[in-house]
Antibody
Framework: EVQMVQSGAEVKEPGESLKISCKGSGYSFTNYWIGWVRQMPGKGLEWMGIIYPADSNARYSPSFQGLVTISADKSINTAYLQWSGLKASDTAMYYC?????????WGQGTLVTVSS | EIVMTQSPATLSVSPGERATLSCRASQSVRSSLAWYQQKPGQAPRLLIYGSSTRATGIPARFSGSGSGTDFTLTISSLQSEDFAVYYCQQYNNWYTFGQGSKLEIK
């Protein structure tokens, strides 16, 4: 079974750094792009960026360029999304998804709460 | 950036009836259009890709159509589990989602 399993919920203070993860299983991890999607409370879906784990080629939506870093470790079939200085406005659910036939397999989501 | 506009924002339909949701792109996305369903507290689920191809395990009551700038998702006979938020997303030129359409029980 193809699965994307994300790391657990996080509560952080403004200015802190954070790295969340997304582990793929049941398929050849290096053959598919992986995307990250943000969903702010009560809002819609926003595409943040994508990465190709085979060579760690990452691309970002203009709205997120410079604000987050997407990386991957193909040796452990895991993609990452990280922040170097969180803001309260980063409070959201973050999803990873495998990009097969569009985003065909999704992780369960990681809730990030940023509050002082 | 390609802007995706969904209508209506909310659609109220009775179980067993047909529901039609629309999605319009600000420029042609060819057939690079997907539909997702999201229920409260759950991750989105892929329903349709390539404008009209059902994803694995998706019931035949879900169908998609359109190309270029205008697309439609039709649910032929609504079941209780179909009431949710639906998003369209283009992947012809980067990736962008529509704002979502909520399908609620009438």
């Amino acid at each position: 079974e193809v699965q994307m399993v994300q790391s657990g919920a996080e509560v952080k203070e403004p200015g802190e750094s954070l790295k969340i993860s997304c582990k793929g299983s049941g398929y050849s991890f290096t053959n598919y792009w992986i995307g990250w999607v943000r969903q702010m409370p009560g809002k819609g879906l926003e595409w943040m960026g994508i990465i190709y784990p085979a060579d760690s080629n990452a691309r970002y939506s203009p709205s997120f360029q410079g604000l987050v870093t997407i990386s991957a470790d193909k040796s452990i079939n895991t993609a990452y999304l990280q922040w170097s200085g969180l803001k309260a406005s980063d409070t959201a659910m973050y999803y990873c998804a495998r990009l097969g036939a569009s985003a065909d397999v999704w992780g369960q989501g990681t809730l990030v709460t940023v509050s002082s | 950036e390609i802007v995706m506009t969904q209508s209506p924002a909310t659609l109220s339909v009775s179980p067993g009836e047909r529901a039609t949701l629309s999605c319009r792109a600000s420029q042609s996305v060819r057939s690079s259009l997907a539909w997702y369903q999201q229920k409260p507290g759950q991750a989105p689920r892929l329903l349709i890709y390539g404008s009209s191809t059902r994803a694995t395990g998706i019931p035949a009551r879900f169908s998609g159509s359109g190309s270029g700038t205008d697309f439609t998702l039709t649910i032929s006979s609504l079941q209780s589990e179909d009431f949710a938020v639906y998003y369209c997303q283009q992947y012809n030129n980067w990736y962008t989602f529509g704002q979502g359409s909520k399908l609620e029980i009438k």
